[in-house]
């Protein structure tokens, strides 16, 4: 049986917020079996959960907030894609502020200190969303898809008119029987504009955004002093920040995902769609391992 995941004990760490720029500390705990992915601010009084769901997505704007009423989470797509990575079903996600911190803008400290914490494996089978139809969302140029596959995989295409961005390629394909989450896609970082800081800051984000959680690029280039992670690593944070909103569905997806130009606010929009259209999906579950799809039974035996 292909089985739900969580962690083996708790691991805490501490970062900044790249919004908000105020301190965070983050505390991932074991979750029992069809619990999903709960975020907690024990900041307030009492503590208050938002589970993981397309519903709860809020603000949109250059991250992927989870809200409940007048409390929120923001910033949760890339431990969400590290989540997703490593195939963790079940998970309590502690933060003391209103936002993730930002570690180095990729997915990669959050991948490690999920393997610090090992992972578990419990008696319930995992439970996918199957794509059975393909749904489409488009916002003008932009768009995403959904289509059936048995498996997993991205197709992302950015398209930014700078020449550090033109020189490493604006597409990405990845198919998760061939490519590994943590080798291929966890250190793409964030990436952003100096031209844009001041107008980002005078709207309160990008406060706590630096050289050291972003890529960052003037007219010409990267001013990074290290450069490039990858060649392709714009695009590869593009997908990186697509498995993270998807997995905001609450469950693991099998289908083919597609994009142009697509970003926090469409990748919702994709997963609302997908939910409230009539026999576009099902729950699929495996009890044999052979049977299951080989980009899972691989993926997570690479983790």
Same mark, same amino acid.
């Given at each position: 049986?292909?089985?739900?995941? &969580? =962690?083996?004990?708790?691991?805490?760490?501490?970062?900044?917020?790249?919004?908000?720029?105020?301190?965070?500390?983050?505390? =991932?705990?074991?979750?029992?079996?069809?619990?999903?992915?709960?975020?907690?601010?024990?900041?307030?009084?009492?503590?208050?959960?938002?589970?993981?769901?397309?519903?709860?997505?809020?603000? &949109?704007?250059?991250?992927?907030?989870?809200?409940?009423?007048?409390?929120?989470?923001?910033?949760?797509?890339? *431990?969400?894609?590290?989540?997703?990575?490593?195939?963790?079903?079940?998970?309590?996600?502690?933060?003391?502020?209103?936002?993730?911190?930002?570690?180095?803008?990729?997915?990669? &400290?959050?991948?490690?200190? =999920?393997?610090?914490?090992?992972?578990?494996?419990?008696?319930?089978?995992?439970?996918?969303?199957?794509?059975?139809?393909?749904?489409?969302?488009?916002?003008?140029?932009?768009?995403?898809?959904?289509?059936?596959?048995?498996?997993?995989? *991205?197709?992302?295409?950015?398209?930014?008119?700078?020449?550090?961005?033109?020189? &490493?390629?604006?597409?990405?394909?990845?198919?998760?029987?061939?490519?590994?989450?943590?080798?291929?896609?966890?250190?793409?970082?964030?990436?952003?504009?100096?031209?844009?800081?001041?107008?980002?800051?005078?709207?309160?984000?990008?406060?706590?955004?630096?050289?050291?959680?972003?890529?960052?690029?003037?007219?010409?280039?990267?001013?990074?002093?290290?450069?490039?992670?990858?060649?392709?690593?714009?695009?590869?944070?593009?997908?990186?920040?697509?498995?993270?909103?998807?997995?905001?569905?609450?469950?693991?997806?099998?289908?083919?995902?597609?994009?142009?130009?697509?970003?926090?606010?469409?990748?919702?929009?994709?997963?609302?769609?997908?939910?409230?259209?009539?026999?576009?999906?099902?729950?699929?579950?495996?009890?044999?391992?052979?049977?299951?799809?080989?980009?899972?039974?691989?993926?997570?035996?690479?983790?």
């Amino acid at each position: 049986m292909l089985r739900q995941r &969580t =962690l083996a004990e708790p691991v805490t760490a501490c970062g900044i917020g790249l919004h908000s720029g105020v301190p965070v500390r983050l505390t =991932l705990r074991p979750a029992p079996a069809d619990f999903g992915i709960v975020f907690r601010r024990i900041d307030v009084d009492p503590p208050r959960d938002i589970r993981s769901r397309a519903g709860a997505v809020g603000d &949109t704007r250059m991250a992927s907030t989870l809200s409940d009423g007048d409390v929120k989470v923001a910033t949760v797509e890339h *431990l969400m894609s590290a989540l997703s990575g490593l195939g963790i079903d079940n998970a309590v996600v502690e933060v003391d502020a209103a936002e993730i911190p930002i570690m180095d803008g990729s997915a990669a &400290t959050f991948v490690y200190l =999920l393997r610090s914490a090992g992972v578990q494996e419990q008696s319930a089978p995992k439970r996918f969303i199957e794509v059975i139809k393909p749904v489409e969302v488009r916002d003008g140029e932009k768009w995403a898809r959904l289509d059936p596959f048995f498996g997993f995989r *991205l197709e992302f295409t950015i398209d930014f008119s700078h020449p550090a961005v033109d020189a &490493t390629g604006q597409q990405v394909r990845v198919n998760f029987a061939e490519s590994s989450f943590v080798d291929d896609i966890a250190r793409a970082r964030t990436f952003g504009f100096v031209s844009d800081v001041d107008l980002l800051r005078s709207k309160g984000l990008a406060l706590g955004g630096s050289l050291d959680n972003a890529i960052v690029m003037d007219e010409v280039r990267v001013i990074n002093p290290g450069g490039l992670r990858r060649p392709n690593e714009f695009a590869m944070h593009k997908a990186l920040d697509a498995i993270g909103d998807l997995y905001l569905l609450g469950n693991p997806l099998m289908a083919s995902y597609s994009a142009f130009k697509s970003g926090h606010a469409l990748n919702n929009a994709l997963l609302r769609t997908l939910m409230q259209t009539e026999g576009s999906w099902k729950e699929t579950t495996f009890k044999d391992l052979q049977h299951a799809p080989v980009a899972w039974a691989r993926q997570w035996s690479w983790n």
